[in-house]
């Protein structure tokens, strides 16, 4: 059986953790940053995890990981 082959477009916007856990970054952080408080752009810098509804569909994209 050939081996699977990686999505490279997931691989490059998720890491996994130790745990097997899956980070994301965080959206709404791009532009449109002056309607923002200083403490939501400060909160939005940090990684969030993957919900585990998601988890098996990106372990799909990324079966290497």
Do not use: E
Not at 6 to 12: D, L, M, Q, V
Not at 31 to 53: F, M, N, P
């Amino acid at each position: 059986m050939p081996k699977m082959k990686t999505n490279r477009s997931a691989a490059k916007r998720f890491a996994f953790t130790k745990k097997g856990k899956i980070k994301r970054r965080q959206s709404f952080a791009r532009h449109l940053a002056t309607g923002k408080t200083a403490k939501r752009k400060r909160q939005l810098r940090r990684t969030a995890l993957v919900d585990k509804s998601d988890v098996g569909r990106i372990k799909k994209l990324v079966p290497y990981g």
